[in-house]
């Protein structure tokens, strides 16, 4: 069976760090695309960063570039998500998920397994 689980999330105050980790089971997704994507209350999952097979190349949502940093390691089948200078706007419950593709890809329909999902909330 398939699992993505994510950890790490919680409540920190704006400005502060979290580091989120998806562990992935089952199967190896070392030849896949990942992704991190978040949902706050009333709006739709947006994706945040992406990661492609290697770790050689990322994407970032021009909302959190320069403040996120996406990760991989292969040997662990772990994609880690570094979330610097967080803001109140970051509050979401935040999933990982593993892509169809081995390069990167933002869309949700290009991710066809995911996490349950970890709630950041950040406070003012």
């Known amino acids: 069976q398939v699992q993505l689980v994510e950890s790490g999330g919680g409540l920190v105050q704006a400005g502060g760090s979290l580091r989120l980790v998806c562990a992935a089971s089952g199967r190896t997704f070392s030849s896949n695309a990942m992704g991190w994507f978040r949902q706050a209350p009333g709006k739709e999952r947006e994706s945040v960063a992406a990661?492609?097979?290697?770790?050689?190349?990322?994407y970032y949502a021009d909302s959190v570039k320069g403040r996120f940093t996406i990760s991989r390691d292969n040997a662990k089948n772990t994609v880690y998500l570094q979330m610097n200078s967080l803001k109140p706007e970051d509050t979401a419950v935040y999933y990982c998920?593993?892509?169809?593709?081995?390069?990167?890809?933002?869309?949700?329909?290009?991710?066809?397994?995911w996490g349950q999902g970890t709630q950041v909330t950040v406070s003012s």
């Open positions: 998920a593993a892509g169809r593709y081995s390069e990167i890809k933002s869309r949700i329909r290009d991710y066809n397994y």
């Open positions: 990661i492609n097979w290697s770790g050689g190349s990322a």
